[in-house]
């Protein structure tokens, strides 16, 4: 039987995951990281992160800046911009009626074909 991967399946919505995470306050990357960790994204590493978030910054969803750390060098904490709490908004639709699409859509396959 072959499986899909969760990180497949996360592929396709990580940007939307990570707005939606500085949407609650400036972050820096590892401080992202764990949070998104926390809510399930268990196989997240900078190597994913890191060109994603340069990638919003250079299309005008987040800026950035370097703020002092007590444990060493700067900090790059990062923040929404206005397009990025729209491109946020617009994720949350497309995700909604995607969820509802798919939920459908398995409530149709008999129990048996499921397993």
Known sequence: MRTIKQTQLIKGVLEGCVLATIATGDVYGYQLIQA????????????????????????????SDLRPSPDGPDRKYYALTP???????????QWHTLKTNVNDLLQEVPAHDQE
């Open 36 to 63: 998104l960790r926390h809510h399930g994204f268990d196989t997240l590493v900078g190597g994913t992160l890191y060109p994603l978030l340069a990638k919003l910054e250079k299309n005008g969803d987040l800026t």
């Open 83 to 93: 397009q990025g709490r729209q491109t946020l908004q617009d994720f949350t639709t």
